[in-house]
């Protein structure tokens, strides 16, 4: 069974930038989908981004309020998958959470534990 850990959180000023990362161990890391969620407080968990397990993204999978500043890659030979999120905004403090779901599975069915994002104005 896959396992995901992520990492990179941390307090930031509007405008800074962070570079999560999500480390898998247990399973064949490069035949799973893999995306980010996240959950302010007090919010349902959002949908942030998704990639292939070739490598490939769809511009379309990325919601407004994070695109063109958010962008995902992974690098299958590290079994990690990174989140590089640019000119953060107070509205983007959340919990970031990593997820991976099998090539022909409905739902994200793996999760790590989180990783807190605090953005100050």
């Known amino acids: 069974q896959l396992q995901l850990v992520e990492s990179g959180g941390g307090l930031v000023q509007a405008g800074g930038s962070l570079r999560l990362s999500c480390v898998a161990s247990g399973g064949l890391f490069s035949t799973y989908i893999m995306g980010w969620f996240r959950q302010a407080p007090g919010k349902e968990r959002e949908f942030v981004s998704s990639i292939l397990p070739s490598g490939g993204v769809l511009d379309l999978t990325f919601p407004d309020s994070v695109k063109g500043r958010f962008f995902i890659s992974r690098d299958n030979a590290k079994n990690t998958v990174y989140l590089q999120m640019n000119s953060l905004k107070p509205e983007d403090t959340a919990v970031y959470y990593c997820?991976?779901?099998?090539?022909?599975?409905?739902?994200?069915?793996?999760w790590g534990q989180g990783t807190q994002v605090a953005v100050s104005s």
């Open positions: 997820a991976a779901k099998g090539r022909y599975d409905t739902q994200y069915n793996i």
